[in-house]
């Protein structure tokens, strides 16, 4: 079987895996689980030996006209180089762990069926953008895995966070995603082609009309779908879906296909230097501010949410100084680790019975409850930290390395300004991306308070995945060498400079969180002793957590109730009176609501108004007035021929009196 045959079923598989669950789920609930998870694993295998047969070598390259269109052809075309095989890879893995993972986690959700077969169609249809050679091909993943997202963000569509989180996805990513369709269009217009290599070349020989306006149009599609500043406020709220749904989105989809889709495209971006200054100032942006949110949310998975963003920023950021060979080198690191996180917090929702930390942080031994999630999260946390050995060191010191070289001028592809921006904030977020990973692990696994409660050890289709996971996390980084040869040959290895920069950062930010906390320890625990008695209702913030995650409800046991009480937080502490706007991503959705939802909604009224007021008035007038005409003539009609007769006789007489005198005039005249 040739590889481009064995790429076709890449995405086919699972494709034909979510039909067969969707027309057979309920008829056939045996086969549901099979279903799910063989397909996305047949998927996984089979793009592990495309990556091998492909090598890091030459581009495999294949098309098909799709239908004739009369101007721009759109092609069926397949473009495997290394990144596309590697990035494959990475989809497969991860979306079958995460099937694993759900076959145990919703194993008791009457909608798992439908769960599972939108899961599968959404793996496929990041494997079609991976794979896609062809932007209108790209684009059919692109949108298909929006309206998946749509389904499961609002998997409890009982809830009204679910039903909100998940329209507020769809609403936010289609902003993005109008100009970006424009901007495809005015790509392949000036390119006369919608298949990558042909766009490619006409930029290489200097053919783009309108290189910056097509940049920025592209990249607000991507700000859209990958969560950047502006347009990243949906992925924080998406966290109302299921849990291995956010590790899917987060890790292997959706989210990556921003970044996947600027990096087959950068010389595109490359030839506008206005836009690689637009990308990185929102890189800068995003990392920074994403990383103060993080330190002031209450639930694990909006903690997790707000790391993605960065970690996002991470990736555009090294884009904007033109190392794609980075940018893939993170989105592959983050993608093992942070699913290991997601999947790894539906465990501890799962055993603690809810998502609060403040109320994990008056549990005492939960990490003795779940010891995989613990040793697996902590891991995850290192790397999400980057901290060496782990995975996540090499990567981020790849995109801090690029910056560098851009920002000092030994690189010419961006402007220096554009380098410094990036490392600049690169090197912050190092900082607040080990204090929010600090404050994670003390509050969820160092609290002190009532036991927490042992349910047995738990599934092993859950803690087997996060150690299978775990493997890449701690080692990926070790393949920075080799990984050089199947991009674009670019050294991925870490300098001195970075290293030290980038490490002592994070350890000053991890140091200062713990010293912090083991501060705040002290005085809790003593005001708790002073002023709460044992058995106390559970605390508001525990609720209002919990009533914000829907899953809680279905996925975890009965549980006794949180006391309530002091809690040690070094978010508080670390952001003084910055913590309550960050807590609230610094009042975002609020400025969008008073500049386009409020406008939107007034204007809706005054057309409301309008058409009741104005319109149906004329409507109700044109169909009252041949009424009231009708009601007048239907008064005539009695039904005696006398009145018919007399009245027929008048009509003659007027109608011969008024000949008569028309004629007397006509002659005088």
């Known amino acids: 079987m040739t590889t481009t045959t064995l790429a076709v079923l890449v995405p086919l598989l699972p494709f034909l895996g979510a039909v ?95 769960y599972a077969a939108l899961v599968s169609l959404f793996t496929s249809a990041m494997l079609l953008v991976v794979y896609s050679g062809d932007l209108m091909v790209l684009l059919v993943g692109w949108e298909i895995m929006g309206i998946c997202s749509y389904f499961l963000v609002g998997h409890y569509w009982e809830t009204e966070a679910a039903r909100s989180a998940s329209l507020k996805a769809f609403l936010v990513t289609k902003l993005g995603d109008v100009p970006f369709l424009i901007g495809l269009f005015a790509l392949a217009t000036d390119a006369n082609s919608f298949q990558i290599t042909e766009i490619l070349e006409t930029v290489k020989n200097g053919g783009l009309d309108h290189p910056t306006l097509i940049a920025l149009l592209l990249l607000a599609g991507v700000a859209g779908k990958s969560a950047q500043f502006p347009l990243h406020t949906w992925l924080p709220d998406a ?99 942070k699913a290991l996180l997601f999947l790894g917090a539906g465990v501890i929702i799962h055993a603690a019975g809810t998502n609060s930390l403040a109320a994990m942080a008056r549990m005492d031994g939960l990490a003795k409850r779940i010891p995989d999630a613990f040793w697996t999260m902590s891991i995850a946390l290192l790397a999400l930290a980057a901290i060496p050995p782990f995975a996540g060191f090499f990567s981020k010191e790849a995109v801090l390395v690029a910056a560098e070289q851009t920002a000092t001028g030994h690189a010419d ?41 042992d349910h047995g050890k738990e599934p092993f289709a859950m803690t087997g995945v996060l150690w299978l996971l775990a493997i890449p996390t701690v080692g990926f980084g070790l393949a920075a060498g080799p990984l050089a040869d199947w991009f674009d040959g670019e050294g991925l290895t870490p300098t001195l400079a970075t290293s030290v920069l980038g490490t002592g950062a994070a350890v000053i930010g991890g140091m200062l969180t713990y010293a912090l906390w083991q501060r705040l320890s002290v005085s809790t625990a003593r005001e708790a002793a002073a002023t709460t008695p044992v058995g106390a209702a559970a605390s508001a913030d525990a609720a209002e957590s919990a009533a914000g995650a829907p899953e809680v409800d279905e996925v975890t046991h009965d549980h ?84 018919y007769l007399s009245a027929l006789l008048a009509g003659a007489v007027v109608l011969a009196i008024a000949t008569a005198v028309l004629a007397n005039v006509n002659a005088g005249s």
Request: charged share 10%; aromatic share 8%.
């Open 560 to 643: 006794p109730v949180v006391p309530a009480g002091p809690v040690a937080d070094p978010g508080k502490a670390l952001l003084g009176p910055l913590y309550p706007h960050a807590h609230v991503g610094f009042h975002l959705d609020a400025v969008y609501d008073a500049l386009f939802v409020r406008p939107v909604r007034a204007a809706a009224g005054l057309v409301r108004f309008l058409d009741r007021a104005v319109v149906d008035t004329y409507v109700r007038g044109a169909g009252t007035a041949p009424g009231l005409l009708g009601s007048l003539v239907r008064r005539a009609q009695t039904g005696n021929v006398q009145s």
């Open 20 to 114: 067969a669950g969707l027309l057979f789920g309920r008829t056939a609930p045996g086969f549901v689980r099979p279903l799910a998870v063989l397909p996305t694993l047949a998927a996984a295998v089979l793009a592990v030996l495309v990556a091998v047969r492909q090598g890091g070598g030459e581009p495999i390259e294949a098309a098909t006209e799709l239908t004739p269109t009369g101007s721009v052809p759109i092609e069926l075309a397949l473009y495997l180089d290394g990144f596309a095989v590697l990035v494959a890879v990475l989809v497969g893995v991860v979306a079958t762990c995460v099937q694993l993972y759900s076959t145990a986690y919703l194993r008791e959700d009457p909608r798992y069926p439908s």
């Open 239 to 337: 966290m109302a879906g299921p849990t291995p749904v956010s590790a899917l989105i987060h890790a292997a989809t959706m989210v990556a296909a921003g970044v996947y889709f600027i990096a087959r495209l950068l010389p595109v971006f490359g030839a506008s230097r206005a836009a690689l200054v637009v990308m990185a100032v929102m890189a800068a942006v995003t990392m920074v501010g994403s990383g103060l949110a993080a330190l002031a949310q209450d639930d694990i998975k909006r903690v997790l949410a707000y790391s993605t963003v960065g970690q996002l920023g991470y990736m555009i950021g090294a884009l904007a100084v033109g190392d794609r060979s980075a940018a893939v080198f993170h989105l592959l690191s983050h993608g093992f680790f």
């Open 413 to 453: 592809f961006a402007p220096s300004a554009a380098g410094w921006l990036v490392l600049v904030s690169g090197v912050l977020t190092a900082l607040l991306t080990a204090a929010y990973a600090t404050r994670l692990w003390l509050m969820a696994f160092r609290g002190r308070g009532v036991a927490a409660p």
